[in-house]
């Protein structure tokens, strides 16, 4: 048994989903059909045989009426003829007041039971004269018994055109019910149909450009294939952003790293003939060697942590975001000692904590600060900024420069990994860093963002909500 449905469960996953619907579609359409079918053939013998047993019914009673008193023996009529009157005759209990004659009908024990009032009255199928009889036994009065017979061949052949009618419409019912059921299943998998084709036309070509074309009609109504395309679609929308993103990664990688590494092969040549260079060219092409690979070493770091979009949870604590703050501008100072950095925390705001990895936050505000102190005076702060608003939920960052600001066509592109603005690209680093610090400020469930600042410079807003990474 477990054989059979292990082969069962083989067979179905093997089908076609479209075959699999069909199939089930079908038998349950044939199973309906058929069923009404044979209710209707159980119906139908039950109504023609009980108008046969009333008509029985109504012959015994007519007999009786019409030969109370006269106490005939045998009421015979047209036996042996069978025809349209009921055959009919008397039968005593006692056997040995039985009639010379013999008898037409049938006798038996039970009918002697039944004219000594031992029995009730039955009705039964019987065989006389090459024909099927459907005969009733009912009490005559006086220790007899009536029996009434009456010819079952009309009912048996109504009974059989019956069952010949109704199995051709079970036969025409199971051929609908296919012939649905495939109508059904083709028209009801026809998204899932162009999903799957689409979904395949993806992976062969590996170009998720692709849509599935939906049906017109609002998105209120739509059922839930459709539902299910315009989700595949939006999928689709957003795999081929990431994928357009990952392009666009490679290939700025690669622009910014082709330049160091011909530095480095350059310098490393240079080097390779030491023999031919004086101690300072040695010495100038060493320093710069360094910076390269230290430029490298960074730019390939920074791409390393771009890659990955999520902090480590295990990592994850309870972060102190003003002593935090206090560190890491403690730390810019001694990188950029001829800037001024100042701290501010407002009321609320010093003794606010949030989940968070350390050193990733740390590094977010390192990145603005670093930003900041490139475009800054040197007469003029790089002003840090900490304040909670609303219940004490909400916290807000602000890290601000008072440099050139960040041009209107700029602005939408800061964050844009690589994007270097006209003003920055003498400048050093890579043009990743801002991209970071949104992405570590993203991770933690914060926001940050990039304006002007009132009187010049930019304005860099980062603003924690209630939830962290």
Known sequence: MSGVRRLGARWRRRRPLRTRLALAASAAVALVA???????????????????????????????QENRGEGPQIVAGECRFLSAPACAQ???????????????????????????????????????????????????????ALQVALRADP??????????????VGGAGVLLAGLLGYAVSRTGLAPVARLTSTAERIAATRDPRHRIELPPGPPGRQDEVTRLAASFNTMLGELEQSVSAQRRLVADASHELRTPLTALRTNAELLARADRLTPAQRKRASGALGRQIREV??????????????????????????????HTVAMARTHWPRLR????????????????????????????????????????????GLSAYGSGDGLELT????????????????????????AARALPGSGLGLAMARQIARAHGAELTASAAPGGGALFTVVFGGEGP
């Open 90 to 144: 008397v039968v005593p209990a006692d056997p040995a007041a039985d009639p010379e004659a013999a008898y037409l009908l049938p006798v038996s024990a039970p009918v002697r039971e039944v004219a000594a009032g031992t029995r009730a009255p039955y009705f039964s199928n019987v065989t006389r004269f090459g024909h099927s009889l459907r005969m009733l036994t009912t009490p005559f009065g006086d220790g007899r």
């Open 34 to 64: 058929v069923g009404v079918c044979a209710a209707a053939f159980f119906v139908i013998r039950y109504e023609l045989l009980h108008q046969l047993d009333l008509s029985l019914t109504q012959s015994a009673t007519r007999v009786v």
């Open 341 to 384: 950095f100042e701290v501010d925390v407002g009321p609320g705001a010093a003794e606010a904590v949030r989940p968070g990895v350390p050193a990733r936050l740390a590094r977010l505000l390192t990145n603005l600060l670093d930003n900041a102190a490139k475009f800054s005076p040197p007469d003029a702060p790089v002003e840090v």
């Open 399 to 422: 890290v601000r420069d008072h440099g050139p600001g960040i041009a209107a066509e700029d602005l939408p592109y800061v964050f844009d990994r690589f994007y270097r603005a006209e």
């Open 155 to 168: 009912v048996e052949r109504g009974v059989r055109q019956a069952a010949v009618l109704l199995a051709a």
């Open 297 to 326: 070493t960074g730019l390939v770091n920074d791409l390393i942590e771009l890659a990955r979009d999520e902090e480590p949870l295990p990592l994850v604590e309870e972060v102190r975001i003003a002593e935090l703050a206090e």
